[in-house]
């Protein structure tokens, strides 16, 4: 039998909302100006896929689909990059908005800052950001992955230039390796997108980049005549995307934002276990960790984000892997007429999730908590494309993790 999509509504006691600033309009305005300056930059597609809603009795399906994103693959850049601009700002006591694509390129930039060392621990998304960033902006970077990650992954980040090693611990052992190692190294960083007790300034900056997807979506919404999407589903790991998209939607519309639905991989739920304890506090996740869904991969939430999670989302999900493997099949097999939409296992989970709500009355109580109707425009974010191109071949080509019986008899 299939493990089922455990869920649970958001009745967590409110903090002092400190962290939702963060996410302020401004600020991610400042990441996208800085994204915009790079030759690479393009907005990358937000598919509509109107025969999926219907099919599904939706008022309205829109996927960003994040695979076209400055050639990577993947969303991931978005936050590393302009973490590295606003720390080397900092640096030199400039603002962010003096660090152009331009600038940073340039040979003045580096008789000016010199070279500095970025240290950070990836699934393989993040990583492959961070060590382009680095490789574009003539600096090092150094990669530690966690047991399990492909090689396909390694390669795409040793091709970058940086540094890489795959580590016999988890995802969250090697965020505290690559700590310790820059905490040793003269002019090194930490570029992780999860915060802890005196670590907040760059992962927050990683937030405000992966706003720039954000404003991006709500920009493209409009221009289909959607002002506001009524749910927003974001996977989350440690927390920095979800809480990025809450963060954003709800400055956007603070009268009246979206239903914000957070997904977890059922392996590495802590976020979920957070809002089923329901005392306000953060709960960890330990051992392996082991998901399809790698880049989800995290025990240990982002501090600043689980702030604005227990603030704002409305619904925490825990996924079988079986959910994500069924999104990434429907996005590549699209309803006819709807664009296709090549998904990683990390990406796709939104599409396994809200057909599994609408399409199964196992879920009904959730789908009705939640009032998913034909009123309801609905956004998800496929945060990957086929970035282990092996692996979407054997889910989505052969068929592995499948979500439901097959049927027998022949024809």
Not at 69 to 74: D, I, K, S, T
Not at 274 to 294: C, F, K, S
Not at 320 to 348: C, F, H, N, T, Y
Request: charged share 20%; proline share 5%.
């Amino acid at each position: 039998m299939q493990p089922k999509i455990q869920w649970k509504l958001n009745t967590m006691p409110k903090s002092g909302d400190r962290q939702l600033a963060v996410m302020a309009l401004d600020e991610v305005a400042r990441a996208q100006a800085f994204h915009k300056s790079f030759p690479q930059y393009t907005v990358t597609p937000l598919a509509r896929l109107d025969g999926m809603a219907g099919r599904l009795g939706l008022g309205g399906l829109f996927v960003k689909d994040e695979s076209y994103r400055f050639g990577l693959n993947a969303f991931k850049v978005l936050g590393g990059s302009f973490a590295m601009a606003r720390y080397i700002a900092e640096e030199m006591g400039r603002d962010v908005s003096e660090m152009s694509y331009d600038y940073l390129t340039s040979q003045t930039f580096r008789d000016e800052f010199g070279q500095a060392t970025f240290f950070t621990a990836t699934d393989g998304n993040h990583g492959r950001g961070v060590a382009w960033a680095a490789n574009k902006l003539g600096q090092k970077a150094v990669v530690h992955m966690p047991k399990g990650s492909t090689r396909t992954r390694f390669d795409n980040i040793a091709k970058e230039g940086a540094q890489v090693t795959i580590e016999e611990v988890n995802y969250d052992d090697c965020v505290r390796m690559a700590a310790a190692e820059a905490a040793a190294t003269p002019h090194g960083v930490v570029v992780q997108d999860t915060a802890w007790d005196g670590y907040e300034k760059i992962p927050s900056w990683i937030m405000q980049g992966y706003g720039s997807m954000a404003c991006e979506a709500a920009q493209q919404l409009r221009q289909m005549s959607v002002n506001r999407p009524t749910h927003i589903f974001v996977q989350a790991g440690v927390g920095s995307l979800a809480s990025a998209m809450v963060g954003y939607f709800t400055n956007l519309f603070p009268n009246d934002p979206p239903r914000f639905i957070i997904m977890e991989a059922a392996a590495a739920d802590c976020l979920y276990q957070g809002a089923v304890a329901n005392d306000g506090a953060p709960r960890i996740v330990g051992g392996d960790l082991q998901t399809i869904m790698a880049g989800l991969a995290c025990g240990e939430p982002n501090t600043i984000g689980w702030d604005i999670l227990r603030n704002h989302a409305t619904a925490f999900l825990s996924c079988p892997d079986w959910v994500s493997a069924k999104g990434m099949r429907m996005l590549g097999a699209p309803v006819q007429g709807d664009p296709r939409v090549i998904s990683g296992e990390s990406g796709a989970v939104g599409m396994g999730v809200i057909s599994t709500i609408m399409e199964d009355d196992a879920y009904r109580e959730l789908r009705e908590a939640l009032e998913l109707d034909r009123n309801s425009p609905v956004l998800m974010f496929s945060t990957e494309g086929d970035t282990d191109p092996d692996r979407y071949r054997e889910i989505v080509w052969d068929g592995a993790y499948p979500s439901g019986s097959k049927l027998e008899g022949g024809c």
